[in-house]
């Protein structure tokens, strides 16, 4: 209510609209200069409301629309232009200088999943005690960490030592939104989709006879 409020306070309706003459637009309203007694008679004619939209114009700009429609729309669009910003968050990914490759593959799967919704990933080595000695390893692991991502991500900064933290950025990739599907389109591609990866499971287990040699694995 008091969003309301503040918006019907925001615009000059009517009687409130004291200047000599305005451009009136509306829907199927032709674009005119008129004097602002014509313009509101014009309005009440129509039965709707005469909005000031543009104060500042050389004349203001007024619509002629039912002035709680007016501020129904307006708050719609509030609405879908806050949906569209996207917030980001920076999370934090924290490496030794001499971490392994179980450790390493389990940070790097959490990475691409921040990376995947939207966020940025700050990636650091911390150096305790004498473990500074191996900065160029760190530095290493960092770069490496970065080409794993690249499908992902973009370095935004390359590794920065401060201290006993060697820092890295790395931002999103832009992804271009791909229109949406209908719910009909959806449902005809989940047959062929699992048609497809079902097919060939099937079919190497029924032909293969043999012995299994060590280290392939047929299921995929």
Known sequence: MKKDNKLKVTYRVNGQIRVPE??????????QVLSIGRARQMAEDMGVDLVEISPNAEPP??????FSKFIYLQKKHAKEVKAKQVK??????????????HD???????????????????????????????????EVLLLRFA??????GKVESMPTLEGKRMTMFIAPK??????????EELENEKVPEVAVKKQPQQKARKEY?????EGEDFDD
């Open 174 to 183: 832009k992804v271009v939104a791909k229109p949406m599907k209908t719910a």
């Open 22 to 31: 305005v451009r009136i637009v509306g829907d199927n309203i032709e674009s």
């Open 61 to 66: 700009v007024c619509r002629l629309i039912e």
């Open 104 to 138: 390493y593959e389990f940070k790097l799967k959490h990475a691409k999943g921040f990376l995947s919704d939207g966020d940025k990933v700050k990636a650091y080595v911390f150096f305790k005690g004498r473990s500074i000695l191996f900065k160029e390893q760190g």
């Open 209 to 213: 006879t043999g012995p299994k040699v």
């Open 147 to 152: 080409q794993d991502l690249e499908e992902y």
């Open 88 to 101: 980001i968050e920076v999370k934090e990914i924290r490496f030794g200088p001499q971490t392994d490759d």
